[in-house]
């Protein structure tokens, strides 16, 4: 079965510094991978996805991501974090017709 | 505008009083699905659907029922619910999940019931 671990429920950033955010997966088969963000009182939104196509992904607002086949890792980063960057960040991974999120990691951006 | 709506967005009920969530997308996608969010816990799927007439489990479907006579539509119903489905819900939409599209998410909808 499919799962997606994030370490750390809670992460703390000066604004302008490297943001981090950790995900580890599961997967028997290659697995199609996303990052999403949740605003305040809102829906998620696609930051970037993995299919298989590049090992470096770009998505919106500055975010990458780096599949890591060897460590089943898809670590998110964001080189300078803006106040505007403070949300949920989840992980998740396509398992047959489902898709499996983890637990959620709050970023907070100190001015 | 694409998007996926539902309706209520905020709904306090008592226990037993049976309920639907309606949740609509515009974007002819064959794949909706619905999700809740407990802290701590993530999003954890409740049912999917393929396609119209198609339906199954996600991992925790005890206590809910969906239907999919619509292509548009994908309604959450709780037949009797209890404060354990105290939750907030997400209704998600996509082309296909067998490729790499992603999905598309609701505003949510705050349940509480007591």
């Known amino acids: 079965a499919q799962s997606v671990t994030q370490l750390g429920s809670h992460v703390s950033v000066s604004e302008g510094a490297l943001v981090l955010l950790r995900c580890n997966y599961s997967s028997s088969v290659p697995p199609y991978l996303f990052w999403y963000v949740q605003y305040p009182n809102q829906g998620l939104q696609l930051l970037l996805k993995?299919?298989?196509?590049?090992?470096l992904v770009k998505g919106i607002n500055g975010f990458e991501a780096e599949f890591k086949k060897s460590e089943t890792s898809f670590h998110l980063t964001k080189p300078s974090a803006h106040m505007s960057d403070a949300a949920e960040y989840f992980c998740?991974?396509?398992?047959?017709?489902?898709?499996?999120f983890g637990t959620g990691t709050s970023l907070t951006v100190i001015p | 505008e694409a998007q996926v709506t539902q309706n209520p967005r905020y709904l306090i009920t008592v226990t037993g009083k049976k309920l639907t969530v309606t949740c609509s997308q515009n974007m002819n996608h064959e794949y909706m699905s619905w999700y809740r969010q407990d802290p701590g816990l993530g999003l954890r799927q409740i049912y999917y659907?393929?396609?119209?007439?198609?339906?199954d489990k996600g991992d925790v479907p005890e206590g809910y029922k969906v239907s999919r006579k619509e292509k548009r539509n994908f309604p959450l119903i709780l037949e009797s619910p209890s404060p354990n489905q105290t939750s907030l819900y997400f209704c998600?939409?996509?082309?296909?999940?067998?490729?790499?599209?992603?999905?598309?998410f609701g505003p949510g909808t705050r349940l509480t019931v007591t």
């Open positions: 659907s393929m396609n119209v007439e198609v339906t």
């Open positions: 998600a939409s996509s082309l296909n999940p067998g490729t790499a599209y992603e999905q598309y």
């Open positions: 998740a991974v396509r398992g047959g017709n489902q898709f499996y």
């Open positions: 993995y299919t298989s196509a590049a090992t």
